[in-house]
């Protein structure tokens, strides 16, 4: 509703003002009155104002509330945010120093996995070498054994055994070594190498032989001649022949004529035939010698100045000189064959592979 004029009007200076003239008033407040329906719309539309006004006000202050509240949470889950930001940075600079650790230690790890390699590499290397270094010597003395008993079957033995080594080993630089531990195994086998114990015992039964052997002048009874002397066997004979041949023998023992072919032998004294017959048992002994010692060339020499003596000094048609004879010329035949086979091809791959070629 509109407030009623004030009947008295007091003007600003607090002067009375004058009264209205009725006539003039009249009209005035025609002009003043507002319907009423109006007047209710604008209060509806105030009390509307006041309500929407409180409403807003409330809904400002819930947002204002609300606004708080997440500025405060935001604010707390800031500072949370920035202490895990703290721990983050702190743990990625723990992770950084422990990277850094780590990869020092891989560095450290690849070096010595590196290290690590060269030394199974040279272990590697040097047990190549110990194998070749072990299989040269076997072999080595392994020929110096066959050299020594004249039989090739310490050096086959350790030709085979160097050949299981090498295959057990399974290492492809040493292919080269295992042919030639082959070729050698072959060679060996089909060589042909005379029986060092048999040459001995012939050279023993010339040594005694040598005692029983008889000098080109020898001086003996008929009998005595006849029996060391090479004689066809005779058919049976009468007593009357018998009784003649024993006159003849007889005769013999007074004077005997003899042929020499060596002027020296028929020079040589009963005392000088003793030493004859010791230097004959030397040169066998020292032919003996040489065998044993693998000294073939030496031993050969020997048994050519045996059988020249034998020829020179004893008499060639005696049946012990004849076996003599025999003995010795078979010893010589069978020197020739002594040579042992050598295994040049496996020393000569062993050479190299022992220089690291």
Same mark, same amino acid.
């Given at each position: +509703? ?20 009725p006539v003039a008033a009249a009209p005035a407040v ?21 309500? =929407? ?27 949370? #945010?920035?202490?895990? #930001? ?33 030394? +199974? ?27 020594? =008993? ?59 032989? #040598? ?10 009874? #008929? ?7 090479? =004689? ?13 041949? +024993? ?17 020296e032998a028929a020079l040589l004294s009963p005392e ?10 030397l040169k066998l002994l020292n032919a003996r010698l ?68």
């Amino acid at each position: +509703m509109n407030p009623q004029p004030s009947p008295d009007p007091v003007n600003q200076s607090g002067a009375v003002a004058p009264s209205p003239d009725p006539v003039a008033a009249a009209p005035a407040v025609k002009r003043d009155v507002v319907p009423r329906p109006v007047l209710w719309s604008l209060g509806v539309i105030a009390v509307l104002a006041l309500l =929407t006004a409180a409403l807003l006000w409330q809904k400002v202050a819930g947002m204002q509330e609300q606004l708080a509240r997440r500025s405060a949470e935001a604010q707390s889950q800031a500072l949370e #945010a920035r202490a895990l #930001a703290k721990q983050a940075v702190s743990l990625a600079q723990d992770v950084a120093a422990r990277a850094a650790v780590l990869d020092s230690r891989l560095s450290e790890v690849a070096l010595q996995r590196g290290q690590l390699d060269e030394l +199974m590499q040279s272990m590697s290397r040097s047990r190549d070498e110990n194998l070749v270094v072990d299989i040269d010597a076997a072999l080595r003395l392994a020929q110096q054994q066959a050299q020594l =008993t004249g039989s090739v079957e310490p050096l086959l033995a350790a030709l085979k055994s160097a050949d299981q080594r090498i295959v057990r080993a399974a290492q492809p630089r040493l292919a080269l070594l295992q042919r030639a531990i082959a070729r050698d195994i072959d060679r060996v086998k089909l060589s042909a190498v005379s029986d060092t114990p048999t040459l001995l015992v012939k050279l023993d039964e010339l040594v005694h032989l #040598a005692d029983v052997l008889v000098v080109a002048n020898a001086v003996a009874p #008929a009998r005595q001649l006849e029996k060391n002397l090479v =004689t066809p066997p005779k058919a049976s004979v009468t007593w009357w022949q018998s009784g003649f041949q +024993m006159v003849i023998g007889e005769a013999r023992n007074l004077v005997r004529v003899s042929r020499i072919e060596v002027p020296e032998a028929a020079l040589l004294s009963p005392e000088q035939s003793f030493f004859l017959r010791e230097n004959f048992k030397l040169k066998l002994l020292n032919a003996r010698l040489g065998l044993l010692a693998r000294q073939i060339d030496s031993a050969r020499a020997d048994l050519a100045d045996a059988d020249a003596m034998l020829k020179k000094y004893f008499q060639a048609n005696a049946r012990k000189s004849q076996t003599a004879g025999a003995l010795l010329q078979q010893v010589q035949t069978q020197m020739r064959t002594l040579q042992l086979p050598r295994i040049d091809d496996t020393l000569a791959v062993l050479a190299t592979a022992a220089a690291g070629r």
